[in-house]
Every structure is written in structure tokens, then in C-alpha cells.
């Protein structure tokens, strides 16, 4: 069994359908042949994402991107303090 996907603009679409309330979500998504529980979570991550709600698969938010980022350059400074502590006491040694 193969899971369904689905695109950015496809889903932004049925999060705008159960937006107008002209019918339930719950009918909403059967018609889409969507399961319920997946246009819930849908409606989730746009209220909770109004500006990026669906960037796709192996993408980051830009919020979450810059995040990683940051971790990153933290960890490379983190490694270059510890070569550093390192070499300050080889040196040190040495000069007695």
C-alpha cells in the first residue's frame, strides 16, 4: 500500500473549501478522497503557518531553516574552541 500525496496547491485548495464553510469538513474530505484526519491536520498546519502553511516534502520552513543553520555554526564553533583549548595547552606545556 502506497501512500497518496499530495501537492502544495491541492491542499491549500481544500483548506479554502472548509474556509467558506459552505459544507463540513468531514464531507469536504470525502469528496476530495482525502481522509478526514489529514484535512484536519491540513487546517492545523494553516492556522498554525499562516505565511509557508505547505512547503512539501524535503523542504524547511525559512523560520526553521535559518534554525538549523545557527545549530549548525554553533556546533562548527563549538569544535573550533575545543582544538583551540587543546593547542593553548600543548603550547603552554612546552614553554616551561
Do not use: C, H
Not at 469536504?28 to 487546517?43: N, S
Not at 524535503?58 to 573550533?80: I, K, P, S, Y
Request: no cysteine; net charge positive.
Amino acid at each position: 500500500m502506497t501512500r497518496q500525496q499530495y501537492d502544495a496547491e491541492f491542499k491549500a485548495q481544500a483548506v479554502e473549501l472548509v474556509r467558506r464553510k459552505t459544507k463540513p469538513a468531514s464531507r469536504i474530505a470525502e469528496e476530495l478522497g482525502v481522509p478526514r484526519k489529514t484535512l484536519y491536520r491540513w487546517l492545523e498546519v494553516e492556522r498554525q503557518y499562516p505565511a509557508e502553511p505547505f512547503v512539501g516534502s524535503g523542504r524547511l520552513r525559512a523560520d526553521d531553516q535559518r534554525v538549523r543553520e545557527l545549530e549548525r555554526t554553533v556546533r562548527d564553533l563549538q569544535e573550533e574552541n575545543a582544538i583551540l583549548k587543546k593547542a593553548m595547552r600543548i603550547f603552554a606545556n612546552g614553554q616551561k
